[in-house]
Structure formats: C-alpha cells, structure tokens
C-alpha cells in the first residue's frame, strides 16, 4: 500500500539530546514536509522540501535540521537548541503545489 | 501572523444537527482551500476542497461555502454522527512569490457529536 511511515511513533528523551524522526513515502511525490502539532496552536510548519538534495525553512525552523538525501526519505532531527521540543510532529508529502497532503500517523516526543 | 483564522476552537453538536467551522482569510494570494479531518492519534486527512471560482461545494453530508469577497469560507457538516468527531483544519494555498504553493493551515476545531 502507498503511503507515508514514521517512526517511532512515541520516543522518550532526556534533555539536552538530539533525536532524529524518520520519514519515508512510497507515494512517488517530490514535495515533503515536517509539522509540529501542539494543542490549540494548529499545525506549524518546521520544513519542507520540494526536490531532492533541497529543502526550505518553515515558520518554525529554530532547533530543527533536516535532510533530503532521497526521493522517499525526510529525516527531522530534533537538536538540543529546541527550548521546547516536547510535541506532536507529522511528516506530509504531496505532489508539489496540488495542496493535497498526505500525513503521516505522527510521532510523539517527550522530552523528560 | 496567522494567516488564516478558524473559529470556533471547539464545538459541541447534538446527533442529527449541523455542525458549522468558519475559516477567514487576509491573504488574497491564496487559490486552493482544503478542509482536513484528524482523529485522535492520526494524522489529517483530505476531507473536502474548494476553488476560489465556485461559491459551494457538497460531498455527501460535508459542504462548503465560499464567499470570496468577504474572504471567509466554512464547512457544514449536516446530519452530524458521533463518528464525525474529531479535529478540523481549514486551510489555503498560496499562489505567488514566497507563498506560492505552501498550506497555510487554520488553528483547528475539535468536533464533539454527542449522542
């Protein structure tokens, strides 16, 4: 079946750790995405990729680094400089510009 | 800045009524406004979209209206069902410059039909 795996789906840290989120889609689709989900705030965009070896700045790109060294694959890293990196992330890919995003079923950091 | 705003945060609707989600935008850069459907512990789906040349759209118990001069657009959800609960996202696509082809996604609304 087509679609979008993350892993893990729920991941505990210590403070003052990196953790890397994976990211991987079947779908074919050139575009990619990292949001962050916390209650009441929506869905916030970290980065996003539209090519291969490219990739842009979100609205919130502060703490985060991320990677697109293949089609089907979009690592986040959370780093230790993410002052509050306790949340909910979603990766999405689409076909570039359609607006039909195709989510991910999420991973949930906690940092203790 | 929120670029697009979503109201109310939370609604609460009887079995059987209409469940009613505003979205309001500034932006007129924008050319695509999606609708998308979250359960608990998912990720968003597509539920719905609109062009900015159609005033209304229905699929099946889900509508949505656009009023593009007032820059606002909602979604019905009419004959409201207990599994209709879950978290709603609007959302518009931008069309030019920095925006060009990024969501801008709305605040969210958790949809509670009660039996």
């Known amino acids: 079946d087509g679609g979008i795996t993350q892993s893990p789906k729920y991941l505990f840290r210590k403070e003052g750790q990196n953790v890397t989120l994976s990211c991987e889609q079947n779908?074919?689709?050139?575009?990619m995405y990292w949001y962050r989900q916390d209650p009441g705030q929506g869905l916030r965009l970290i980065y996003y990729s539209q090519i291969v070896n490219d990739f842009q700045k979100g609205d919130i790109a502060e703490g985060y680094s991320v990677s697109r060294e293949k089609k089907e694959s979009f690592p986040l890293t959370v780093t230790s400089a993410q002052k509050n990196p306790t949340a909910f992330y979603l990766c999405a890919s689409e076909v570039w510009g359609t607006g039909e995003l195709f989510f991910g079923e999420g991973s949930r950091l906690t940092v203790l | 800045q929120q670029q697009v705003k979503q109201s109310p945060q939370s609604l609460i609707v009887q079995k059987g009524g209409i469940s009613i989600i505003n979205c309001a935008y500034e932006?007129?850069?924008?050319?695509?406004f999606p609708w998308y459907q979250q359960f608990p512990g998912k990720g968003p789906a597509l539920l719905i979209a609109?062009?900015?040349?159609?005033s209304e759209k229905k699929e099946g118990r889900f509508t949505i209206s656009f009023n593009k001069s007032a820059k606002q657009f909602s979604l019905h959800i009419m004959d409201s069902q207990p599994g209709d609960s879950a978290t709603y996202f609007c959302a518009a696509r931008g069309n030019r410059g920095s925006t060009l082809g990024r969501l801008y996604f709305g605040r969210g609304t958790q949809l509670t039909v009660w039996p």
């Open positions: 779908l074919n689709h050139d575009a």
């Open positions: 932006n007129t850069a924008f050319d695509y």
């Open positions: 609109i062009r900015p040349d159609v």
